[in-house]
């Protein structure tokens, strides 16, 4: 049985002010794990003691590519635990294995990114005439507190936590409490580096309570936040109260445009893997279908064989979809379903086998839901569940009209041969990220990666990210 401690300033918290959490395991129901559950107490003591590193401790100080080699050494340390992490991984998130695997070496592929770039955040000179000089500094924004889903717990983890240390931060992680094990095994690694005490300091805890009292805490200074558009705001109007700034990557309903011209073979596994992937439950998962009319009858039959092979179960052993969070979260997705067959006609997939121990999984089954238009509310609300929406269309503008038609706009997917529908399409879409036959859920890490409109603001990934954890000083001297 897993416990993960608070981590305060270095120290090891076995217990805390709001008692002990338990974590389940989705494919079971089993509980696998539990955590110190932090309180207000806890708010204080780990703002403190982060502002303390930032202000007082060496990583400030430290020379940029000493910074850089500590980060490596994360990187490194992820790799060989690899193995051991996935697993607590799979078990606590319900992701399939192999998806817990990607989702390791994506979080050391962060670290040796930006442990790369630590030494190479120049300023500019601005040229003001002879006898003045002037410069801009990249100087770290202070304590960034980083609220954590429960989608990608290990990953999202690493992809704030490694440009927040690389800029010079320190950080405060608030994990989910459907998700908390993981973060303690990020937090052994960062110290096993030589991270000194107190730049990455961990809380679980009720996000009411600590996140809402962390995100209005004064010594916070940044908050990068991934999780649902009504939490985002919350902690959007608790920033306000000290007009801190915000990093948000929030929900989506992402389109996937397919041509009739596209190769079907090819888009297949791509649109189907667009909205399975974790059971849907990604925020840029692909979830409406957009099909020029005359594929849309031979895509709608493809995709119908494809899920109902769908084999469902334990994500331990590594099935093609795995169960949803929680029982709360499968009733949600399978009120989606009873909306989707008002609004239009449903198609199950997927092969779910009801031996013993499946019994208490959250697992729900793929679908496909036709005979919709992009006004249904299940073509325009986030389920986050493997559930497809399908909407016809007859040209490309009008792919783009439907496809821009949503309260977000975080991806895009298009597949087509046409080199002009591919440019088109990357010209207009109202979204932070176009792929163009392909679609990847967070497959890289170099490029930027955010929304636009209820999508949030602010990039992840990339060198863009680092901005976010940096205020730029400018230094003006005159001389003679
Ligand atoms: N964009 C994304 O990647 C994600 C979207 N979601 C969406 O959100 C829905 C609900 O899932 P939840 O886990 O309840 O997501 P949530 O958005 O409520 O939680 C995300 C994080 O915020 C924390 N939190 C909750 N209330 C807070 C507050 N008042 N102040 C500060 N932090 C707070 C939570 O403890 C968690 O760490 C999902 O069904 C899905 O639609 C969930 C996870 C990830
Ligand atoms: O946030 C999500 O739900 C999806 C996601 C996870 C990890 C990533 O790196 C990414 O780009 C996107």
């Given amino acids: 049985m897993h416990h993960a401690p608070l981590v305060i300033g270095g120290k090891t918290l076995a217990e805390a002010s709001d008692g002990i959490g338990e974590s389940r395991d989705p494919s079971t129901g089993e509980v696998i794990g539990t955590f110190a559950r ?45 193995d051991d992490i996935a697993r607590l991984e799979s078990r606590d998130s319900g992701k399939p294995l192999r998806d817990a695997y990607w989702e390791v070496d994506c979080s050391a592929r962060f670290f040796e990114y930006y442990a790369g770039v630590a030494d190479k955040q120049h300023g500019t000179s601005i040229p003001l005439g002879r006898g003045i000089v002037d410069w801009t500094v990249k100087d770290a924004i202070g304590v960034s507190l980083q609220i954590i889903p429960w989608n990608y717990p290990f990953q999202l983890i690493a992809r704030g ?18 998700t908390p094990l993981s973060a303690y095994e990020f937090l052994k690694i960062c110290q096993e580096a030589g991270l000194p005490d107190g ?69 297949l596994p791509i649109i189907a893997g667009g909205f399975l992937t974790h059971a849907g439950q990604v925020c840029n998962a692909g979830t409406r279908l957009l099909v020029e009319r005359k594929a849309h009858d031979d895509i709608v039959s493809r995709l119908h064989d494809h899920i109902r092979k769908i084999n469902i179960g334990r994500a331990l052993d590594d099935p093609d979809m ?11 997705v399978e009120g989606f379903y009873e909306l989707a067959e008002s609004e239009g006609q449903l198609l199950m997939g997927g092969n779910l086998p009801l031996e013993a121990g499946l019994a ?42 439907i496809a821009n038609d949503s309260d977000f706009g975080l991806v895009a997917g298009v597949h087509t041969a046409s080199i002009d529908h591919a440019m088109h399409m990357a010209q207009d879409l109202r979204v932070g990220q176009v792929w163009v036959n392909s679609f990847g859920i967070g497959l890289d890490v170099e490029f930027p990666f955010g929304g ?11 060198l863009e990210a680092i901005g976010a954890y940096q205020q730029i000083k400018n230094v003006c001297v005159r001389f003679g």
Wanted: hydrophobic content about 45%; proline content about 6%; charged content about 20%.
């Fill in 199 to 267: 730049q990455v300091n961990l809380v679980n805890g009720r996000g009411s309570l600590i996140g809402d009292a962390l995100a209005r805490h004064r010594g916070v200074d940044q908050i990068t936040f991934t999780g649902s558009v009504p939490t985002g705001q919350r902690v959007l109007e608790a920033a306000a109260s000290h007009a801190i700034p915000c990093n948000m990557e929030l929900g989506g309903k992402s389109p996937q445009i397919l041509f009739a011209d596209a190769d079907m073979e090819k888009a």
């Fill in 452 to 462: 636009y409109k209820l999508s949030g603001f602010g990039r992840e990934k990339g």
């Fill in 322 to 332: 795995g169960p949803v969070i929680n029982a709360g979260h499968k009733a949600e």
């Fill in 360 to 401: 208490g999984g959250a697992f729900v089954r793929p679908a496909l839901v036709t005979g919709i238009s992009n006004t249904a509310r299940i073509a325009r609300e986030e389920v986050f569940g493997p559930i497809l929406s399908v909407i016809p269309f007859d040209t490309a503008e009008e792919a783009v009209a």
């Fill in 38 to 82: 932090a309180g207000l107490t806890e708010v204080d003591q780990v703002v403190a003691a982060a502002r303390h590193a930032f202000d007082n401790g060496p990583w400030t100080r430290m020379r940029p590519f000493e910074r850089g080699r500590i980060l490596r050494r994360i990187g490194e340390l992820m790799l060989e635990r690899r």
């Fill in 161 to 178: 936590v490694a440009p927040a240390l690389t800029a010079g931060c320190a950080v405060v992680i608030k994990p989910a409490s459907d």
